[in-house]
Nanobody, 125 residues
Framework: QVQLVESGGGLVQPGGSLRLSCVGS????????LYWVRRAPGKRQEYVSA????????YYVDAFSSRFTVSRDNAKNMLYLQMTSLTSEDTATYFC??????????????????WGQGTQVTVSS
């Protein structure tokens, strides 16, 4: 019954911005690391960002830290990714993913166990 559903993707012009959302259900939303991962055709998947289960502490890969902002609202079971200054290199399918329950798996809570289906982001003029 665990579900992660992304939304907010679409076609945007270079230099534009986009806000992606992911709604979770079927698990204790506030007890899991959450991630944004992207994959473009012909490229390996890239981990974009991670956010702590309870404190909201965020982590970014260096390539995205200045343009992307991850946030979560545990009361609404929502994960967000605000993207700005988009370029064609950002064209990809963006996935949200869930880590193991942090209370039950304190030493393994970083491991991903569920993925959403992804939302397509295309940056083109």
């Amino acid at each position: 019954q665990v579900q992660l559903v992304e939304s907010g993707g679409g076609l945007v012009q270079p230099g534009g911005s986009l806000r992606l959302s992911c709604v979770g259900s079927g698990f204790a939303f506030g007890q899991n690391w959450l991630y944004w991962v992207r994959r473009a055709p012909g490229k390996r998947q890239e981990y974009v960002s991670a956010i702590n289960p309870r404190t909201g502490t965020t982590y970014y890969v260096d390539a995205f830290s200045s343009r992307f902002t991850v946030s979560r609202d545990n009361a609404k079971n929502m994960l967000y990714l605000q993207m700005t200054s988009l370029t064609s290199e950002d064209t990809a399918t963006y996935f949200c993913a869930k880590g193991l329950d942090a209370y039950l798996n304190w030493d393994r809570d970083y491991e991903i166990d569920y993925w959403g289906q992804g939302t397509q982001v295309t940056v083109s003029s």
